[in-house]
């Protein structure tokens, strides 16, 4: 989540774009990440980055793309950050191959389960 966020901030729509366009890559999604993007995208001090206009589409366009999960699956306690572990429990219900995020206590991980955890950079560098 924070990776979209980040790439809203910095106007690098093109990554977004990448990461839907290749079809090489299926987002997955859950209740609970989509309410923390909204938050997000959606709260006042957003508004010096990117309009209003501009978060409805890009919530438009990942939670219309992504694969969604209809319930959050069950969460357990793993990461530093116990807010960060919804994430971890997505990532494992979606049988994720990669969790990209620049979230250091996640990173510190650098693997759950068969899901890779790897920084934005990292995810270009090797992928896109």
Do not use: W
């Amino acid at each position: 989540m924070n990776v979209l966020v980040s790439a809203l901030v910095t106007g690098d729509g093109r990554f977004i774009r990448d990461l839907f366009n290749k079809q090489q890559f299926t987002v997955c999604s859950s209740p609970s990440l989509e309410k923390e993007f909204a938050e997000v995208v959606q709260c006042p001090r957003m508004r010096k980055y990117f309009s209003a206009q501009v978060a409805e589409r890009a919530m438009g366009r990942v939670f219309e793309l992504s694969e969604r999960l209809d319930k959050d699956p069950p969460i357990h306690t793993i990461c530093h950050d116990p807010k960060d572990d919804y994430l971890l429990a997505l990532a494992k219900a979606a049988k994720a191959d990669l969790l990209v995020t620049g979230d250091e206590d996640l990173l510190v991980l650098k693997k759950y389960g068969k899901t890779r955890i790897m920084k934005p950079g990292a995810f270009r560098k090797d992928f896109l």
